[in-house]
Structure formats: structure tokens, C-alpha cells
């Protein structure tokens, strides 16, 4: 039975504590920390001090972290705070000894770049420490990346292509707001797009792509084409692949406002003065939008994430879709969250959960889809993120 570490008290540390409390065959001991304190007590209401501790700590100081690990002695640290501080939480893991999960790769504040180049260069030294990093525990990265292993394993001989789909189709009633971080949310759709083909990078303008997909129990909906992390591990691990890409769906509405904030410098990553005053627009921005944590109880509507494969089986092609439709307000009666926290909190858990069990054990920073993908999809039905085939 396992002492666990969670930092990060946002909507999605909300559900990773409420689905650790529930696998308390798995985790004897459950502390979660964050800078906010005041948001882990609220969180700790929610599940009864019997079944968690709390801690406050800057997770972008390695001592602070280095000396809660030290007094927790936890036999993992559950990564759940900004991409920002990836490198910090890995080096204070490094330092205490412990394993170490994130839901998403670096990103530097300063540079809207998503690519794992600067985790995986923690390889050999989480080998020799005789630790495991397992990155991007999450949906997309995480769930999307074990649909792939899953496919690759029972379903193709190679697979050629892969298009990762993404559509949440919440509602929250607010005119404009991001159901995750904002400034992380904003700064992935108004980045270039990416998609690899025949072993090269091919770069496009933000939303130049788009499609239409009619996602089961939602309908059709425009899909556009971003650039998503789990690619750059896929093309590494998938055999066969000729082609991968990523779509997400937007609305007018919330495409409006963006281009809008982007025209008027809103969407900045760079510091301006202001009254004397350095802010970063975009940090400034989130300050004034909902924080995504309070859109539960208000949501109503659904997810849909899946891949859709083509490839070769027995010399014959072959085309299959796997996917998970989850319900903005059934997730919310059960975690107090919407469903984009609930998506990734769920797979946050159970990458841990088969950590401690020892079902996925391997020493280095590894990627979802370097595991045999049964155990997970196995534990994706149990822990209510039920998933479903169709072959064309």
C-alpha cells in the first residue's frame, strides 16, 4: 500500500484526490500540497480529514519541495501543478529518491513550446537513481497514447495513421471561458499547428486545418488541427506510422474571442509595462477569467476523445475508432468537477495506481505507450472512464 505525494490542488488535483480516496487499497497514505492552502482545505472538506493530509509548498523552489518530500517520505510524487514545473518537481524527485508522474510535458514560461526534449534528458539519471517517470498521465497525452498502444497490439500488424480527436462539447454559460488553465489553454490553440507525415514535421498557421467529424452521441462538429505533445513520443513508438495529427472542436463563439484577445495583444507572453506596472497580458487575462476549477456544478453536455487508426491486419486494411464519451454533470456528482478535470484526473490516478502495484514498472522517464496497454484500459472501465471500439 502506497504513501502518495499530489501537488497541485486545481480542478484536476480535486479529482486525482477523490479517486485515490476511493483506491485506498492502493493508497494507504494521501497527502496534497500546493501553494494555495486554502484550496487543499477545501478539497480536504470534500473527502474527510481521515482520508487526506495537506501541505503547503512553492513548486517552483526544489528546496521547499525537497523538504516536504523529506517529511512526507512518500513513494511517489503525483505531478499535477502547472506544465511550468515539471523540472522542479523531477529534480526534487531525483534528490529525495522517489518515482515521479505528470499529466502533461514542460513548457517553458517564456516560450510557447510543447515538447518532451527536456524530460527525456532525465532518462539516465531517473535509471540510475533505479526511479520511474512516467510523463503524461493525463487523456491527451495519456488515454490517447494507451488507445494507440492498444490498437498497435490488437487490432493492426502497422498502423499508418492516426488522427487523435478531441471534442468537448460542455456548456458553461459564460460567454467566454477555458475549461482548463487558461493561459495554457490559450497558448496551445494560438500556436502554430503541427502534424507529422512521412517522417517530417509539417508546421501551419493556428486553425489553417479543419475538419468535420461526427462524434458518437454529440453530432458533427468543426475540428481543427493543433499541435498536441503525445505526437512527438507516437512517432517513436507506433510501428508503420506514416502519418499522425491531432484535431480539437471549437465553436464561432469562442474562436471569435480569441482571435479577438490575440489581435488586441491579450494573448502576449512577454512582460509590458503598465502604470509602472510589468504584467504578462495573458497572466493578466487569466486573472479575469472563470477559474476553471468553479465551472463544475454549471457545466451540462459531454466529452468525446478517441484516436481513429488505419493500417494493415493479416495483409488486409483495416480502420477501427476507440473513444470515451464522458458526461459533464455525471462527473460532477461524483468529483465536484467538470469532465476535462475529470479526463485527466482519472488516468493521473490510475497511471499511479499501476505504478504502485507494480503492473508498470520500469526505471527512466518513459511514455504511456512503452507499457503493455491491458492493465489500463482494464482500469479506464473500472475507475468510469468506460471506452468504446468501432471498426469502418
Known sequence: ?????????????????HKCVKNRETFKKITLASRSIDKCEQIQSEVGKENLDIAQVDADSVEELVN??????????????????????????????????????YEHPDSAKFEYKEQWAYNERFKEAGLMALLGSGFDPGVTNVFCAYAQKH??????????????????????????????NLREVSSNGRYWENGEWIETKPMEIKMVWD?????ERDSYLLYHEEMESLVKHINGLKRIRFFMTFGESYLTHMKCLENVGMLGIEEVEHNGCKIVPMQFLATLLPDPASLGKRTKGKTNIGIVATGIKDNKERSIYIYNICNHQ????????????????????????LMMENRWMRHGTLNMEEFDPDPFMEELNKQGLSWNIKEF
Open 330 to 353: 455525471e462527473t460532477y456528482k461524483e468529483t465536484l468537477s467538470q469532465a476535462v478535470s475529470y479526463t485527466t484526473g482519472v488516468p493521473a490516478m490510475i497511471g499511479a495506481k
Open 1 to 17: 500500500m502506497a504513501n502518495i505525494l499530489i501537488i497541485g490542488a486545481g480542478g484536476v488535483g480535486r479529482v486525482v484526490v
Open 155 to 184: 487490432y493492426f500488424d502497422e498502423i499508418h495513421t492516426i488522427d487523435i480527436l478531441d471534442c468537448n462539447d460542455g456548456d458553461h454559460g459564460y460567454p467566454f471561458a477555458t475549461n482548463f488553465n487558461p493561459e495554457i
Open 215 to 219: 462524434y458518437p452521441e454529440i453530432g
Open 68 to 105: 516536504l518530500i523529506d517529511k512526507i517520505k512518500p513513494d511517489m510524487v503525483l505531478n499535477i501543478a502547472l506544465p511550468y514545473q515539471d523540472l522542479t518537481i523531477m529534480e526534487a524527485c531525483l534528490q529525495t529518491k522517489v518515482h515521479y508522474l505528470d499529466t502533461a510535458n
